[in-house]
């Protein structure tokens, strides 16, 4: 079974600098999908970025980008230029390509961020 | 705005009652999952239905149980409650069951068990 991790339960950073969110995760399937979440108070799940599997390129989208590794299972995000809107919950996420009940996401843990004015 | 909306928002029940939750998305959005936040825990899933037929489910016990309506919508079902089912549902939905076609949430139903 595929397991999320996210070791880093809370963050902070300064508004404007940089900060970077850990996720590692387990699986024996060699296409998947990777994505980061975020959670804000409204509880609302919200997509920032994802990753497929088979991309060796790392997604970016503005300010958000990630550093996939594969070999390792990792998969880290980066904030660029924090906003005070940017603190939240911030799940990552995995998906089998396979449809039903493996199609599925699983959770991390998440790691709550803080952006400090 | 996702145009997925949940209701009610909060909901207080006694152990042994039975609760429904309910999601109703945009047209076309034929799959929809439901899923389970335990408090400082990431969403688990429970089950996902696609042209009113479950089609995947997670490791919940058959209390649990859901319908998908040909508007739609949904409901989850929670029979013999429990005091550890007090979480937040999530219900999210998408066009299909590609992953080109995004997830869309809702903003869950927050349940308590008394």
């Known amino acids: 079974a595929q397991t999320v991790t996210q070791s880093q339960p809370e963050m902070s950073v300064q508004e404007a600098e940089t900060v970077t969110l850990s996720c590692t995760y387990d699986t024996s399937e060699s296409d998947y999908y990777l994505f980061w979440y975020k959670q804000p108070p409204s509880r609302q799940m919200i997509l920032v970025i994802r990753q497929e599997a088979y991309k060796q390129q790392n997604a970016t989208e503005n300010r958000f980008s990630v550093n996939f590794q594969k070999a390792a299972k990792s998969f880290s995000l980066k904030i660029s230029d924090s906003q005070l809107g940017d603190a939240a919950m911030y799940f990552c996420a995995y998906r089998s390509p396979y449809g039903g009940s493996q199609g599925n996401l699983i959770f991390g843990k998440g790691t709550k961020l803080s952006v400090k004015p | 705005e996702t145009g997925v909306t949940q209701s009610p928002t909060h909901l207080i029940k006694t152990r042994g009652q039975q609760v429904t939750l309910r999601c109703s998305s945009q047209s076309g959005h034929n799959t929809v999952s439901w899923y389970q936040q335990a408090l400082g825990q990431g969403p688990q899933f429970i089950f996902q239905?696609?042209?009113?037929?479950?089609?995947g489910r997670g490791n919940f016990p058959p209390r649990f149980s859901g319908l998908q309506f040909p508007n739609y919508s949904s409901e989850l079902n929670v029979n013999a409650l429990e005091l550890d089912d007090s979480a937040l549902y999530l219900c999210?939905?998408?066009?299909?069951?590609?992953?080109?076609?995004?997830?869309?949430f809702g903003n869950g139903t927050r349940l308590t068990v008394t």
């Open positions: 239905y696609y042209r009113e037929e479950e089609n």
């Open positions: 999210a939905t998408r066009s299909g069951t590609g992953e080109n076609s995004p997830l869309h």
